[in-house]
C-alpha cells in the first residue's frame, strides 16, 4: 500500500514514535517511551525499533504499508549523512549512523534533522503556516531553536546549522541567556532578588505577579531582538513561535510586537504576521514525518 509515514520524535528524555497519512492525518494512537539516555546505543536503537513495530502492530499494518520514516532529534546533526554528532542529550551516540541504521533495519528510507526544523516544517505543512512559501520559526523552551523554510524546503545550511541564532552574541553574553527557561530565571531574579524557574514565573504570572508580570514584559523585549535578525535577513511570509515557553505568549507577546515593529524594515513591519504553532504535543514526530514528504 505504501501509504503512511512514520515520524519519531527522539529527544534526551523520550522518544515518540507516529504516523501519518499523507495528508497529515495522525493514524492510531502514538508511543511513547523514556529515552534512557544513560543506555548503550544499541539499546536505544531496540527501543525505537520496538516502537514502530509496536505502533504497526496497532495499526494492524506492516513494513510495507510505509512510504518512509522521519527522525527529529536534538543536536547536533550531520544531516546529510544521517549521524548524530556531540549530543549533550544523548551521551552514548555521539558520532552515531542514526540514519543508516534504521534504514537497515527496516528496508524503507529514512531522513532525519533537528528537532526545531521538524516543529518548523510541521506548522508549514500542516500548521498554522500552512500556504506559505518562506516561514522562520522559534522554539522557545530550555534553549532557543531556530528554523528557516525557504520555497517549502528546510534550509539546512552548509554545515546544518542555517538560521541557529542561539550563540549569537547580546549584551554581556549570548542572546540564549535571555531567551530561556533560564533567561526567564534570570530576569526574574534581577527584578525580585528571588530564585524561581521558568515554570514557577509563569503560575506567579497567572496570579498577577506585578514581578512575572514584568519579567515576561522584558522577555518579550528581547526575544523581538532575534526575531528582528530574521525577519530583515529573510523577510519570510509568517514567523512561528512554539515550544513550552510559548504558553506564556499572553504576558510576552504584546512587548515583543511593540518593540520588533520598530526595529524592522517598514514593509515587512506593516506586513509580516508573529504566530503560534497549534499542532501541540504532536509536532515533533508530525515534523518528523514530514521529512519524508519534502523527500518525495
Not at 515518540?16 to 497529515?24: L, P, R
Not at 536534538?74 to 551516540?93: F, V
Amino acid at each position: 500500500m505504501q501509504n503512511i509515514i512514520i515520524g519519531i520524535d527522539l529527544g534526551g528524555t523520550k522518544i515518540m514514535t507516529g504516523a501519518i497519512s499523507q495528508s497529515g492525518d495522525v493514524l492510531g494512537k502514538p508511543i511513547k517511551t523514556p529515552t534512557n539516555s544513560h543506555e548503550q546505543s544499541s539499546v536505544i536503537i531496540k527501543t525505537i525499533t520496538d516502537s514502530v513495530e509496536k505502533l504497526l502492530k496497532n495499526l494492524k499494518l506492516n513494513i510495507n504499508d510505509v512510504l518512509g520514516i522521519g527522525i527529529g532529534t536534538t543536536g547536533p546533526l550531520n544531516i546529510n549523512e544521517g549521524i548524530i554528532l556531540e549530543c549533550p542529550q544523548l551521551p552514548t551516540m555521539h558520532f552515531f549512523p542514526l540514519r543508516k541504521t534504521i534504514e537497515r533495519f527496516f528496508s524503507v528510507p529514512v531522513y532525519i534533522n533537528n528537532d526545531a526544523n521538524c516543529l518548523i516544517y510541521a506548522e508549514t505543512i500542516f500548521g498554522n503556516a500552512t500556504g506559505k512559501k518562506n516561514v522562520v520559526g522559534f522554539t522557545l523552551g530550555t534553549g532557543i531553536g531556530s528554523a528557516i523554510i525557504l520555497d517549502k524546503k528546510i534550509l539546512n545550511g552548509a554545515t546544518g546549522t542555517a538560521g541557529e541564532v542561539w550563540a549569537s552574541p547580546y549584551k554581556s553574553g549570548i542572546i540564549e541567556d535571555y531567551i530561556s527557561g533560564d533567561g526567564v530565571a534570570k530576569i526574574y531574579k534581577s527584578i525580585s532578588g528571588q530564585n524561581k524557574s521558568s515554570l514557577e514565573v509563569f503560575n506567579l504570572a497567572n496570579k498577577g505577579d506585578k514581578d512575572a508580570l514584568l519579567t515576561w514584559k522584558e522577555f518579550g523585549e528581547h526575544l523581538a531582538i532575534p526575531i528582528a535578525w530574521s525577519i530583515n535577513l529573510i523577510d519570510p511570509d509568517i514567523v512561528v513561535l512554539g515550544g513550552s515557553i510559548s504558553s506564556a505568549h499572553k504576558y510576552f507577546m504584546p512587548s515583543m510586537e511593540d518593540k520588533l515593529r520598530k526595529i524592522i524594515c517598514p514593509v515587512p513591519s506593516k506586513k509580516t504576521k508573529i504566530v503560534l504553532a497549534r499542532l501541540g504535543d504532536y509536532t515533533g514526530f508530525i515534523g518528523a514525518a514530514c521529512l519524508v514528504i519534502e523527500n518525495k
